[in-house]
């Protein structure tokens, strides 16, 4: 069963790879814990959390079917030169059957400082995307299979802008600006990079002094695809453990829990239970692990706080 699954998958990704632009649309990876993994989105995230930051991410979707989409990001990212300028820098790797996607993208922020509180991000992102696709281990002897292996690397690059205060963000960003195509032959293209189209924000607000929720919103746009929309909402339970739910609109309903082991170290589980009844038939949901570590630049300095 796991190898039929496998094959469906590869199949599937071989007719989406090589047709029209409209079933490329989402390819973009996304994530759960979108709101503690802001590199991965957005260039202009990089120093927001006024420390040197390290964040390591796993994701496994649809577990259960052998060539299912798994994801790995490790980023990492501090602001420089007296808070003006935040760099970081971002390693991505994404398979789903007999495709695999890597990047390593580094980010450059310019950042406004309004006041304590309130800070103004133009980020920057440029890097590496290698691409491999080894369509003929689906079927070494069919013809249509073989001829489709490709291995190549190209550039990319992106923008974002990002405010924050100590309790409001708003992000705008397109990390993938270059459009690039892989696999020309004979004047065609097996792959394309779309470019994606993202916002995203979210408030913290005190519901009592050992009580504080927070909304969050993301939305994708990518041509040729409806827009999608990630709605969540976490409760923080005396500043060390966050609980809360998603719903991503035509996917999955997500369940999400963070707790802050020390001022350096948090980490985060998210559960997706997929809303498709197709999908569920199939998989037993979504899982992804997050670890973030946080070291202070200067002895005058201290941790706080950061709820995005």
Do not use: C
């Amino acid at each position: 069963m796991k190898k039929i699954n496998f094959i469906i998958f590869s199949v599937f990704a071989l007719v989406v790879l090589a047709g029209a632009p409209k079933a490329l649309a989402q390819q973009q990876v996304m994530f759960t814990q979108y709101m503690f993994n802001g590199l991965a989105i957005n260039p202009a995230y990089a120093g927001s959390h006024e420390t040197l930051s390290f964040t390591a991410l796993a994701r496994e979707q649809w577990t259960g079917i052998e060539g299912a989409p798994s994801t790995q990001t490790f980023s990492v990212h501090s602001p420089l030169h007296n808070d003006k300028i935040g760099v970081g820098l971002l390693v991505m790797h994404d398979k789903i059957g007999v495709t695999e996607q890597t990047g390593v993208m580094g980010s450059y922020a310019w950042r406004i400082i309004f006041d304590d509180t309130k800070k103004l991000s133009m980020g920057l992102q440029a890097g590496i995307n290698r691409y491999n696709s080894s369509f003929s281990k689906v079927s070494s002897t069919d013809p249509a299979f073989a001829n489709q292996d490709v291995r190549e690397m190209q550039p990319d690059f992106g923008f974002g802008l990002y405010y924050a205060t100590d309790r409001f963000y708003a992000g705008a960003s397109v990390p993938q600006l270059a459009g690039n195509y892989f696999g020309r032959k004979r004047g065609e293209s097996n792959f394309n990079l779309v470019r994606h189209y993202f916002f995203m924000s979210g408030y913290v607000m005190d519901l009592n002094p050992s009580l504080k929720l927070k909304p969050n919103l993301l939305v994708k746009a990518v041509e040729g695809a409806p827009v999608e929309m990630d709605l969540n909402a976490n409760l923080l339970i005396k500043e060390v453990l966050w609980v809360g739910a998603s719903w991503r609109s035509f996917e999955s309903v997500d369940l999400l829990l963070q707790i802050q082991l020390t001022d350096h170290v948090q980490f985060g589980y998210a559960y997706d239970i997929a809303t498709s009844s197709e999908l569920n038939s199939i998989n037993t949901g979504s899982h992804e692990l997050m670890v973030n570590y946080r070291i202070r630049l200067s002895k005058s300095k201290i941790i706080t706080p950061r709820y995005f």
